[in-house]
Nanobody, 111 residues
Framework: VQLVESGGGLVQPGGSLRLSCAAS????????MSWYRQAPGKEREWVAT????????NYADFVKGRFTISRDNAKNMVYLQMISLKSEDTAVYYC?????WGQGTQVTVSS
């Protein structure tokens, strides 16, 4: 299993970013996919999960209405669209499936 995140960067408060995760090594459409994040000095926390079909998704309360998780099963990709970013969204964002994790992509929200 390999998960490779991309799309992180520096963005101003109120800005937007779209994270991507390229997955390989398993039957992608069979498994829910999740995003987690870890801010400096804090524990890793769950952000969102999408079902294998993409038909349902769940979000942590702190991102509801601002983040959208989606997937493209034809491309083995999962995405996290983030809008109205806040400084407290600064973290390394990780893609996850079962017990596998990507290397993470840094998101920094700062003016």
């Amino acid at each position: 299993v390999q998960l490779v995140e991309s799309g992180g960067g520096l963005v101003q408060p109120g800005g937007s970013l779209r994270l991507s995760c390229a997955a390989s090594g398993f039957t992608f459409s069979w498994f829910p996919m999740s995003w987690y994040r870890q801010a400096p000095g804090k524990e890793r926390e769950w952000v969102a999960t999408i079902s294998g079909s993409g038909g349902s998704a769940n979000y942590a309360d702190f991102v509801k209405g601002r983040f959208t998780i989606s997937r493209d099963n034809a491309k083995n990709m999962v995405y996290l669209q983030m809008i109205s970013l806040k400084s407290e969204d600064t973290a390394v964002y990780y893609c996850q499936v079962q017990n596998y994790w990507g290397q993470g992509t840094q998101v920094t929200v700062s003016s």
